[in-house]
C-alpha cells in the first residue's frame, strides 16, 4: 500500500516471510528505492519492470493473496505505461511523469535534466544507436566525459542561452568537430522551456537555492519532456 501511494516503503518490512514472492516484490521495490535515492535512471527504469513482473507473478495465483490483490493491480497500473514501451528513451520520460504525480519533486528534476543531456548525446554523436548508453562515449575518445559533451551541446546548438561567454574546453571541442552527426531537428525542441527549465530550477537546486513560488515547476518539467519526445519521434 505505501508503495503504491508514494512508492517508497520502509526497509523495515524487509523481513525473510516463508514466501518467495512475497520476498522477491519487497526486495524488488526495495531495489528500486535505493536505486532512486542514489539517482540511478537507468537501474530504477530497470527496477519497474522487475516490480511488474513480480506483481504478475503473484497474481497468477492471486486466490492466495486476496488481501493483496488490489495493491498489486493497482501498482501494476501504475506501471503498465512504463513497462510495455520499447523507446528507452520514451520509457524515461513516463517515468519522469510518474514521478511529478507522486511529488517527488527533485529527483524528477535530475532525471529531465539527464534526459535532455542523454538524448543531445545520443543524436549528435550516436545516432545509428537505438539507445544512448555511457559506454558509447568510448567510441569516441577515451577521455569523452558525458556532462561536458551535453553542456558542450546545450549552448553549442543553442538550446541554452547566457549572459556568460561559455567557453567549452578546448578537447571537447576537437570531438564535436570530428563526430558531426547531428540526425535530428533541434528546433523541435522547446528552446525557450529548456533554458527556464535550467536557469530558474535545475541551476537553482543545484545549487542549494530557493525556487521562486511563482514558477509552476511540474509544468515547466512536462513541457520539456513533451518536448524532448517530439524531437525523438519526428526530428
Keep these: 500500500m505505501a508503495f503504491d501511494q508514494f512508492l517508497k516503503i520502509s526497509d523495515t518490512y524487509l523481513y525473510n516471510l516463508n514466501d518467495n514472492k512475497i520476498n522477491n516484490l519487497m526486495k524488488g521495490i526495495y531495489q528500486f528505492n535505493h536505486m532512486l535515492d542514489y539517482c540511478e535512471f537507468d537501474s530504477c527504469v530497470h527496477s519497474i519492470s522487475q516490480i511488474y513482473n513480480f506483481c504478475q507473478s503473484i497474481l497468477k495465483e492471486k486466490y492466495k493473496y486476496i488481501l493483496l490483490t488490489p495493491y498489486l493491480k493497482s501498482i501494476q497500473k ?3 505505461n512504463i513497462y510495455i514501451e520499447k523507446n528507452d528513451a520514451i520509457k524515461k520520460i513516463k517515468f519522469i511523469k510518474l514521478l511529478l504525480a507522486h511529488n517527488s519533486l527533485q529527483i524528477a528534476i535530475t532525471f529531465t535534466d ?5 538524448e543531445l548525446v545520443h543524436y549528435y554523436y550516436f ?3 537505438k539507445s544512448f548508453k555511457e559506454e558509447l562515449l568510448n ?3 577515451k577521455e569523452s566525459d558525458f556532462y561536458d559533451l551535453s553542456t558542450d551541446l546545450l549552448f553549442f546548438l543553442n538550446i541554452r542561452n547566457s549572459s556568460k561567454n561559455i567557453n567549452s574546453k578546448d578537447y571537447i571541442v576537437n570531438i564535436r568537430n ?3 552527426n547531428l540526425s535530428k531537428d533541434v528546433s523541435l525542441l522547446d528552446k525557450e522551456n529548456i533554458n527556464i527549465f535550467y536557469i530558474k530550477i535545475r541551476n537553482v537546486v543545484n545549487h542549494g537555492g530557493k ?3 511563482n514558477i509552476d515547476v511540474n509544468k515547466i518539467i512536462l513541457k520539456c519532456l ?3 519526445e517530439k524531437f525523438i519521434k519526428e526530428g
Design 226 to 228: 513533451d518536448s524532448v
Design 178 to 180: 570530428k563526430n558531426n
Design 114 to 118: 539527464q534526459l535532455i543531456r542523454e
Design 78 to 80: 501504475k506501471l503498465s
Design 127 to 129: 545516432p545509428d544507436s
Design 211 to 213: 525556487i521562486d513560488q
Design 139 to 141: 567510441k569516441i575518445a
